[in-house]
């Protein structure tokens, strides 16, 4: 027996016309009307069918058009976006002085946080280094100095200064932020009370520096105080390339253009240098060369001196400039 062949499935238009030539051919084949109520059935059954898919149709393609272009933020959304803030999370407020939260800090909450630090430094006294240094009395002291003859990174060896409160806050924040290549894998602490918490326990462990004075609060319309800033002694050696071309910096190092600076940091301005000629306006000046005056000086030194000989126009950025001066600091 032969096989069914099934037919090809048809679009509602065509499904549509093939009964109305369907209800024809019975038509000639009946002339007595036995069909015709049959045959007028399917043709608006067909119309019907088709009338309803083309009502869908535009149904659909209305609503993809009217929600075109609207987004709705997710209740809960899959992740959060860092450094962004979110809404009712008070983004325009003005962030606390770090003094604030030395100042309610907790000693046995800094040492629970110290636990974090364990497997690498110890903070008894006469304790051995380990993958990092002891920390017995590290408040005041140098940076990446002594320490039992611990190897530091020369990252850090180049940022100078002494562990204090700023330096440290700094640190355990963002240890590769300080010093770029520093041997130290820890990722830092981000809250600021933690933070402040275990600096409060190193100190009492050997140190005992008194704490900073929480700063006043300004006065409604008061500008806000200037943030010192924290150089990177490491950005800052990148930097000086642009000071190169005139300066050298290595100890012992010849004059150009302009004088040899390595130990300028507290040297006299306008005096010494190999007896390089300065200029009588900066001869004038008097004092010593540190922070506020190297930083003004690299702002614009022909506003810091009238007359000078120095054609530089400037460092604009106060972070760069606060590196090249972190890098000015290392050279001795």
Request: charged share 20%; with cysteine; aromatic share 8%.
């Amino acid at each position: 027996m032969a096989k069914a062949v099934r037919p090809a499935p048809q679009c509602p238009l065509q499904a549509v016309r093939a009964l109305t030539r369907a209800a024809r051919e019975r038509t000639r084949a009946f002339p007595n009307g036995a069909y015709r109520m049959a045959d007028r059935f399917n043709t608006i059954a067909g119309w019907t069918l088709f009338s309803g898919i083309v009502a869908l149709g535009l149904s659909s393609i209305a609503g993809h058009y009217f929600e075109a272009g609207k987004f709705e933020k997710p209740e809960h959304p899959g992740y959060t976006i860092a450094g962004v803030t979110e809404e009712g999370e008070g983004g325009g407020a003005a962030a606390a002085p770090f003094e604030s939260f030395l100042a309610k800090a907790d000693v046995a909450k800094g040492e629970a946080s110290f636990k974090k630090c364990m497997s690498c430094h110890t903070i008894e006294q006469g304790g051995a280094n380990g993958q990092g240094p002891n920390l017995y009395a590290i408040l005041g002291d140098g940076i990446a100095q002594g320490r039992g003859g611990f190897a530091f990174s020369d990252s850090l060896k180049g940022v100078g200064g002494k562990w204090d409160w700023t330096s440290l806050n700094h640190w355990l924040e963002n240890p590769s932020a300080m010093a770029s290549g520093t041997k130290m894998s820890f990722a830092g602490l981000t809250d600021p009370q933690e933070r402040a918490n275990v600096m409060v326990y190193l100190n009492a462990k050997g140190s005992n520096l008194p704490l900073p004075a929480v700063p006043a609060t300004p006065a409604a319309g008061a500008a806000a105080p200037a943030v010192a800033l924290v150089g990177d002694a490491a950005k800052g050696q990148k930097s000086f390339a642009k000071c190169a071309s005139c300066h050298t910096i290595a100890p012992g190092g010849p004059n150009g253009q302009g004088p040899n600076l390595a130990g300028i940091f507290g040297d006299k301005k306008g005096e010494g240098r190999g007896g390089f000629a300065f200029s009588d306006g900066l001869k004038a000046m008097g004092g010593t060369w540190d922070d506020a005056s190297l930083d003004a000086w690299l702002t614009s030194p022909s506003t810091y001196v009238q007359g000078t000989k120095m054609s530089f126009a400037g460092l604009t950025d106060a972070q760069e400039r606060a590196n090249v001066i972190a890098y000015l600091k290392t050279a001795k």
